[in-house]
């Protein structure tokens, strides 16, 4: 159970990012890409730091970095945020591949000696982390009214003015939420395999999409799919047990599978 909570940590926290996003209009189509790069970052900084916590924070500190400057460009010269986020995920994997080749002179799987750790502390800690963080999106989106202004921001812009709030500002600000949730997914799913791999987020950015959409924006009911995505992502590591001759690559496509099935379930 607790292997399975901390396996599911990275979709909720990425999840919990995409909301904000999804609330401000300006959603972080960028997600799976910016997820992989902070996993390669979070691999950097530990390796070349020694601490795990050091690692962690500077990479979730360059991801929240990066995505507000980039909703800032995009803001100030008007661009389409939809096709400003397409094209930061493909900057992602591109830059991720190169500062590999940079740094360690391979685009492939990276491992080393400081960046091993025991599995125990590793998910205990993503878990009591991904708890305070989701607990604290909840609260702010419900009881604050700066979440209410994030809530609002993609829906009704023009309350918003009259208050004199900019939308502009939220917006800016709703993809470094969604940096720093994914800084954390990143630095997440590479500290529990020990090592980096290219595609680490292997699509988990996408699901966190799929998952705010059948959330119909509510956290809890988007923690919910996002879960059940998890469990189905899991449960397929078994499959070949019960079923030696299903293709890999069945296998592999599973939780996307049940996320198009769940979609088209959903609109019925």
């Not at 970052?41 to 980039?70: D, P, Q, R």
């Not at 994914?182 to 699509?203: D, Q, T």
Request: aromatic share 14%.
């Amino acid at each position: 159970m607790i292997n399975f909570l901390a396996f599911s940590c990275p979709l909720l926290l990425a999840a919990t990012g995409a909301l904000f996003s999804e609330y401000a209009g300006c959603l972080a189509l960028f997600m799976d890409g910016l997820i992989t790069f902070c996993g390669f970052l979070t691999y950097a900084f530990t390796v070349a730091t020694g601490s795990a916590i050091a690692g962690t924070i500077l990479c979730a500190v360059i991801s929240v970095a990066l995505c507000l400057l980039f909703a800032f460009i995009l803001e100030k010269t008007h661009a389409d945020f939809f096709i400003g986020a397409i094209a930061l995920n493909l900057l992602f994997g591109a830059l991720t591949s190169l500062f590999s080749w940079l740094c360690f002179g391979t685009r492939g799987v990276l491992t080393n000696q400081a960046f091993v750790f025991k599995p125990s502390p590793v998910n205990a800690a993503v878990i009591i982390i991904t708890l305070i963080f989701i607990t604290g999106a909840i609260l702010f989106l419900k009881k604050t009214n700066r979440g209410i202004y994030f809530r609002i921001t993609g829906s009704d812009a023009d309350v918003l003015l009259v208050r004199g709030v900019s939308p502009a500002l939220y917006r800016i600000l709703s993809w470094g939420v969604s940096g720093f949730f994914a800084g954390f997914a990143g630095s997440f799913l590479a500290l529990r395999i020990c090592s980096f791999v290219p595609n680490l987020a292997s699509g988990k950015g996408w699901l966190a999409l799929a998952a705010v959409f059948m959330g119909k924006r509510r956290l809890p009911l988007i923690a919910i799919f996002a879960l059940i995505f998890c469990a189905v992502d899991f449960g397929s590591v078994y499959i070949q047990s019960f079923i030696p001759g299903i293709p890999s690559s069945v296998i592999l496509s599973l939780p996307y599978i049940v996320s198009l099935a769940l979609v088209f379930l959903y609109r019925i």
